[in-house]
């Protein structure tokens, strides 16, 4: 009904961004709204023309044909007998014999298992080119999502992290970038963008969410709430080239252990 009496485009969008600063905690930023929320408006006019010009009237008795869902440009198939010999190249190893440049992880356990320090220490391997669990990991810049502990809390995690290995300081901490989002968590669809600003173009070969429940809206034993998640993890690795690696709590009881 709000675009059948609006037409002035500006007009709706003053609109949309007032509801979103009354309505929305925290509210989605300028740059959002104009990438996710205003080409949604643009599809929805756009059929909204077609259903008028087809004698379909929104809000009448007649059934409102859904807006169309543009399908996505699609790689080409391939023949095996044409990479047979020649197969393509491997994404470079981050973690030997674990992890590739690009692809993604998850570290599960229980609660209070110890899953932040062991995520921290790899961190740590990442960012000094030192070994994790006994694999060797690629000397790499990585980002830190903290979701659950306090800035300063965390970052004595990670003091005594080096301490423990024996460096004070560290020979390459720059390498080493916390971002400390405790009471700043949002779904990963929300927070992918602003990672992928954050880092692409910038050397990063890792990114750590820590933990997973932080970012995840839905139900976790749902298989299309996971799906949504895992797209907003795939995104950030295809745009950016970096590993997406995350932590994971089991459920307590029975299904847990």
Not at 21 to 34: A, F, G, M, V, W
Not at 43 to 65: D, H, M, V
Not at 193 to 206: E, F, M, N, S, W
Request: negative net charge; aromatic residues 6%; charged residues 25%.
């Amino acid at each position: 009904s709000l675009m059948q009496k609006i037409d002035d485009r500006a007009e709706i969008e003053a609109i949309v961004r007032q509801t979103n600063d009354e309505r929305c905690n925290p509210p989605l930023s300028d740059d959002e709204l104009r990438k996710e929320v205003f080409p949604a408006l643009k599809r929805y006019a756009t059929q909204a023309e077609k259903n008028a010009s087809s004698g379909i009237i929104i809000g009448g008795n007649a059934p409102l044909e859904q807006p169309e869902n543009p399908i996505p440009d699609l790689p080409d198939l391939i023949s095996l007998a044409d990479v047979w010999d020649h197969p393509p190249e491997l994404a470079p190893e981050l973690i030997d014999g674990v992890l590739r440049v690009g692809h993604k992880m998850i570290i599960s356990g229980p609660s209070k298992a110890g899953k932040s320090f062991l995520m921290i220490e790899l961190a740590f391997a990442l960012a000094e080119g030192m070994n994790w669990l006994g694999n060797h990991c690629t000397q790499s810049k990585v980002l830190y999502c903290n979701m659950e502990i306090d800035g300063a809390s965390f970052i004595r995690r990670v003091q005594k992290v080096y301490a423990a290995h024996g460096m004070n300081h560290g020979i390459h901490p720059k390498n080493f970038t916390i971002w400390n989002l405790r009471g700043s968590a949002a779904p990963i669809t929300i927070l992918a963008p602003k990672i992928i600003d954050a880092i692409k173009g910038k050397g990063y070969k890792a990114v750590i969410i820590d933990p997973l429940y932080k970012v995840m809206s839905g139900d976790e034993n749902s298989n299309g709430d996971t799906a949504e998640m895992l797209k907003g993890f795939d995104r950030i690795a295809e745009e950016t080239g970096a590993s997406v690696i995350y932590s994971h709590h089991f459920a307590k009881g029975n299904g847990g252990d």
